[in-house]
């Protein structure tokens, strides 16, 4: 649920940085998810699973949802840094 939210609205910030910089939105905009979703995965299977053992499939409530929201808040910020290091350079 979170995830969903926070890339809809990292859509909308690479779409209206895309505009305001003359560069095409769509491309950017399928990159900035395939590096969010692609985070998140990595975050969720490769660390937090291995980390957490056996808890990873039977856990609380609290826990699944710092699971999600963990695995979000790190992909946002690579895409936020992807957008400052790539996107607005490739505008100027």
Same mark, same amino acid.
């Given at each position: 649920? %979170?995830g969903?939210?926070?890339?809809a609205?990292?859509?909308? #910030? %690479?779409?209206?940085t895309?505009?305001?910089?003359?560069l095409?939105?769509?491309s #950017?905009?399928?990159?900035? &998810?395939?590096?969010?979703?692609?985070? *998140?995965?990595? #975050?969720? %299977?490769?660390?937090l699973?291995?980390?957490?053992?056996? !808890? %990873?499939?039977?856990?609380?409530?609290?826990?699944?949802?710092?699971?999600?929201?963990?695995?979000?808040?790190?992909?946002?910020?690579?895409?936020a &840094?992807? *957008?400052?290091?790539?996107?607005?350079k490739?505008? !100027?």
């Open positions: 649920m %979170f969903g939210v926070i890339a609205v990292l859509c909308v #910030w %690479f779409y209206q895309a505009t305001k910089i003359h095409n939105p769509l #950017w905009i399928i990159g900035a &998810l395939i590096i969010f979703y692609g985070v *998140r995965y990595a #975050w969720t %299977f490769a660390v699973k291995p980390l957490m053992g056996v !808890h %990873f499939k039977t856990h609380t409530m609290l826990t699944g949802v710092m699971i999600e929201l963990s695995g979000a808040l790190i992909a946002a910020a690579i895409v &840094l992807f *957008r400052s290091k790539v996107m607005l490739q505008g !100027h």
